[in-house]
DNA sequence: TGCCCCAAGGTAAACGGTTTCCGTCCACTC
DNA sequence: GAGTGGACGGAAACCGTTTACCTTGGGGCA
């Protein structure tokens, strides 16, 4: 695009071809070809030629005879059932990180792990679309039926897991078992020591790393949860709310809830203020995911932070990279405790 | 150019063509070519059999080629600049719901309308993918010169804005004056005669909108806005909070409260609560947009709602019809308000 | 010199559809 | 029996790249 300020009358651009270039190279079409995508054997001065014709001319190869030329197209799939918002865009945004300068596109995939067509769909998706790479966020992820199709298919992918499920190159770990365990540790040594946990469904691999971590790190302080101090959720505000209730209720009621994440950490908020609770006087929360509600909302959660944007773009990179990339390239990501206002010390 | 080369072609498969179902049919690819475009000079019997066959042997044809041959990619681009996840997500599962059962896929161009080389960015991508079509959401739908690159590059395209400012058939409007007048009207109904208005950037047209149709309003009731009483913010959690801030310390301070969207809502919120404020006993407030948090926090927000999934649908609907869709088709949506917790008649 | 080999680049055939430009066949109608 | 129009075929061109395969020229080496 010319940058000069706007005229009215707009030409028409003339399209231009590879064989533009070429002719004006003095060179086969091949050889441009070759220079756009693997120049290792044409000699430097005729691809120094090439490379300032196709800046001159802003040439740009179209997608659409590559792809079909390339039996593939330049197309990035994100196929997720997430349902946060947050995390929906937060993810996008990396992955595009990742794809900018590339000439690949994002594609977005939404669906239902839950729909009876759910596998038609997908398959039917990857099987057309002869994707370029597809990336898997939870908990998608974590269906190895989906990952096979892809296999099949010959379509390079990058699950997002909170446990290793899958080849180092296709996977991207989130530890988010060192999140809860910093979360517990954080309870343990404000002094709690009746402690309850909502979890998340049975279903998400991350509901049992999250626990898992959370054990782990009271267990350093000899502390454990009692099993009727694990109650499950559904990782959202409603079911947040009625596990709470749940524990609230108990005549000795715990003093801190870790949330399995912050939409049923605001559950707990509710529960807490309809009991007459004050948080975090009365009792302490946590959750996980540090959502923009959890900076909103009063007071303010202490929760977990997961970089979720930073994910997506190793996801994309790795990727965009491939199974020879750089050895040393970071393959993991560590949430974080970050502390706000919702946890004190309990009162006795 | 880093095409992530390293890649072989993908291997052979049992790749079924159309030459295939021709053959099968005992038709000339000519005519499977017909019965899957256009299908008007098509005998009923032959396309039956036709259809049957594709079903029965799962054939699509294959997109990269049919682009290439019609000069047009299947990709429908969402180009924004919207920060908002929830709008953002939503507006993509709209358009996504009209876009299932076509052959197009649903690509994401987030932008930044301030970036030097904005415009260049996003006229190479429009050069390039020679798109399908595009949906434009507020703001960039409201900026006159991407829809001129579109038209430029024959690209068909729904600008979805709270003002006419394109031809019917190009064009949703979200009636957004007609939710805050009823803002305005539950408000003065409630009793309340100092109100003041947080409203959004000059630069966005949905603020002027908001603040025209609260007065609109206000006046049926023979109420209006003194002008230091309006007070601009960002559309942000930060200048909502400051500009409510501003107005709460006023000698005669409003008794309520608009704010332009929820994010600033949540600004008075705060501002409120560190003035020893209580919602709503002290200070009416009303938002705008129906986020989530809306609906999370305490105490819940009365708020103006608009089905952005709805509007995204309309827009794709109506991007997939082309202007010669059904007359019929509605192309505006009318946002209501809610009424929750954050409003009560004043104290006296 | 003769031979082999490699770097550098050319040629033509894919890739999998759509389209153009006729034609043909056939059933109806007048 | 001629005219008409709907349904469909055939061949080739085309869309803009990439790829399989081949040529060419020149240098190293025995």
Do not use: W
């Not at 001319?57 to 997430?82: C, E, G, K, T």
């Amino acid at each position: 695009m010319d940058t000069g300020q706007g005229r009215p009358g707009a030409r028409r651009k003339p399209k231009i071809t590879i064989n533009d270039i070429a002719r004006m190279a003095g060179v086969s079409k091949k050889t441009v070809s070759r220079v756009i995508n693997d120049a290792t054997t044409v000699k430097a001065s005729t691809r120094d030629k090439i490379k300032a014709l196709i800046k001159e001319y802003d040439f740009s190869p179209d997608p659409q005879a590559r792809a079909l030329a390339f039996r593939r197209s330049f197309l990035v799939a994100m196929i997720y059932d997430n349902p946060s918002p947050q995390y929906i865009v937060n993810m996008q945004r990396g992955i595009l990180d990742a794809l900018a300068g590339s000439s690949c596109q994002l594609v977005i995939r939404p669906c239902d792990r839950n729909a009876p067509d759910f596998y038609d769909m997908i398959g039917e998706f990857i099987e057309q679309q002869r994707l370029f790479g597809a990336v898997l966020p939870p908990s998608v992820s974590e269906d190895d039926h989906i990952a096979e199709m892809l296999k099949e298919a010959d379509c390079p992918y990058v699950r997002i897991a909170s446990v290793e499920l899958d080849e180092p190159h296709r996977m991207i770990r989130t530890r988010e078992a060192h999140g809860a365990a910093e979360a517990a540790r954080h309870l343990a040594r404000l002094g709690h020591r009746r402690i309850a946990h909502i979890r998340g469904p049975e279903s998400f691999r991350s509901s049992h790393e999250r626990l898992r971590g959370f054990q782990d790190g009271l267990s350093e302080f000899g502390l454990h949860l009692k099993d009727d101090d694990i109650v499950f959720g559904g990782y959202t505000y409603e079911t947040g709310y009625e596990c709470a209730r749940q524990l609230l209720a108990k005549p000795e009621r715990p003093t801190a809830i870790f949330a399995g994440n912050d939409e049923m950490a605001l559950g707990v908020y509710k529960a807490a203020r309809e009991l007459g609770l004050s948080v975090p006087a009365d009792i302490s929360v946590v959750g996980f995911d540090d959502t923009p509600i959890a900076s909103r909302i009063a007071p303010y959660l202490t929760t977990v932070h997961s970089p979720i944007r930073d994910i997506g773009y190793l996801a994309g990179k790795l990727l965009m990279d491939g199974p020879k990339g750089p050895k040393g390239a970071m393959t993991s990501i560590t949430p974080e405790l970050v502390v706000r206002e919702s946890t004190a010390a309990p009162a006795f």
